[in-house]
């Protein structure tokens, strides 16, 4: 039984760490831009790729960038939580062939 929880402990750390990592890196880069626009000649530059990248995750949000931004965070954490299935199943098959 400890095995079983173990993997529910895995995989649910595994799908919360995989939601929250493109959420801060897209949320420090968002609110890096700004900073990095204080540099001379350099205001343009960010406020065009900020809107990029809102237009981006608009996409996903349908007009939302915050929906875009929580659709590729769900969809993260999806993955890795099949990622982690994946490694948990390999490595039982490894541990039954020796």
Do not use: K
């Not at 204080?38 to 608009?58: K, R, W």
């Amino acid at each position: 039984m400890t095995t079983f929880t173990n993997f529910l402990r895995s995989l649910l750390l595994t799908a919360i760490f995989s939601f929250l990592v493109p959420m801060f890196l897209v949320g420090g880069f968002l609110l890096l831009l700004p900073v990095i626009g204080y540099v001379p000649g350099f205001d343009a530059l960010t406020d065009a790729i900020a809107s990029q990248i809102l237009y981006f995750l608009g996409i996903f949000g349908t007009d939302s960038p915050l929906r875009g931004l929580i659709v590729i965070s769900l969809t993260f954490s999806f993955v890795g939580a099949l990622f982690d299935v994946y490694a948990y199943y390999r490595c039982q098959i490894l541990r039954i062939d020796s």
